[in-house]
């Protein structure tokens, strides 16, 4: 989690250097949007990830990735003009953290493929094994079964 950390540093400070749309919560009131929260319905800003980060409530990459796209998926749904400055700085910042979010994906992927399987992953697979060969064996007796009912039913 220390490199999405990182990153959404890089993603405040770039939102600080760029207008600030991204820093906290929107609100409806003092921007005079009333239908903000008819649009929006799962409103997200960068200091709230940042927050919820400090508290340990983001419990993996995955949710992160999740929680930064919505904010910049937010704003450009809301502002849906291409060419308002809103939409082309979402636009934009949600391009710069799939950039760097890659580099996090690509180490996710890294680890799995390297990890060795848990004792329940074991087990699991060899129910699932053992409940395959059941089923083979089950249709494979149905199988011969329907080919006796045939021969004796062509042979009357």
């Known amino acids: 989690m220390e490199k ?3 990153i959404l540093k890089f993603l405040r400070d770039k939102d600080l250097a760029t207008g600030s749309f991204f820093s906290e919560p929107v609100d409806p009131v003092a921007h005079g949007i009333p239908t903000y929260h008819q649009i929006i319905t799962n ?3 960068l200091g709230t990830i940042s927050e919820k980060l400090s508290a340990d409530e983001v419990k993996s990459p995955e949710e992160f990735s999740r929680l930064v796209r919505l904010v910049f998926e937010n704003a450009m749904k809301f502002n849906i003009d291409s060419t ?11 391009i710069i953290f799939n950039q760097k979010f890659r580099d996090v994906e690509r180490l996710l992927e890294n680890m799995k493929k390297s990890r060795k399987p848990t004792k329940a992953e074991i087990k699991e697979a060899k129910r699932k094994e053992k409940e395959a060969a ?3 064996k089950r249709k494979s007796k149905e199988e011969r079964l329907e080919r006796k ?8």
């Open 4 to 6: 999405c950390t990182q």
């Open 134 to 136: 059941k089923e083979a």
């Open 149 to 156: 009912r045939k021969l004796r039913k062509d042979g009357e």
């Open 43 to 45: 409103p997200m800003d």
């Open 84 to 94: 308002h400055v809103v939409y082309q700085s979402a636009r934009s910042m949600l």
